[in-house]
């Protein structure tokens, strides 16, 4: 069974910084993607920053516009965790932040989807 688990979150004033991490454990041949979405109530969720599988053991790294220059993303090799550090930190930072993979479970299986419980990030001006 796989399971995607997050940490860390909390509130902070404007120009603070956090870090949340999350971290995938289970059997499976290969995590493809993995990263961090944003939702704010009566909203989709839209990512923030990820890796995407780009193929030779490579992965790209993807961000926001919002958050370029601000966020930095890390993983670990194999990717199993990643970190989020968000500094300068803004009110229309908050929202509740879900780390979601895209799984392989097998060599020859289709992509599986697995979201986290989703932590609060709360930005005070």
């Known amino acids: 069974q796989v399971q995607v688990v997050e940490s860390g979150g909390g509130s902070v004033q404007t120009g603070q910084s956090l870090r949340i991490s999350c971290k995938i454990s289970?059997?499976?041949?290969?995590?493809?993607?993995m990263g961090w979405y944003r939702q704010i109530p009566g909203k989709s969720r839209d990512l923030v920053a990820g890796?995407?599988?780009?193929?030779?053991?490579?992965?790209?790294?993807n961000y926001a516009n919002s958050v370029k220059g601000r966020f930095t993303i890390s993983r670990d090799t194999p990717l199993r965790t990643i970190d989020l550090q968000m500094n300068d930190l803004k009110p229309e930072d908050s929202g509740l932040y879900y780390c979601r993979a895209e799984v392989l479970l097998t060599y020859t299986s289709s992509l599986d989807f697995f979201w986290g419980q989703g932590t609060q990030v709360t930005v005070s001006s």
């Open positions: 289970g059997n499976f041949y290969r995590v493809n993607a």
């Open positions: 890796f995407s599988f780009g193929g030779n053991l490579l992965y790209h790294t």
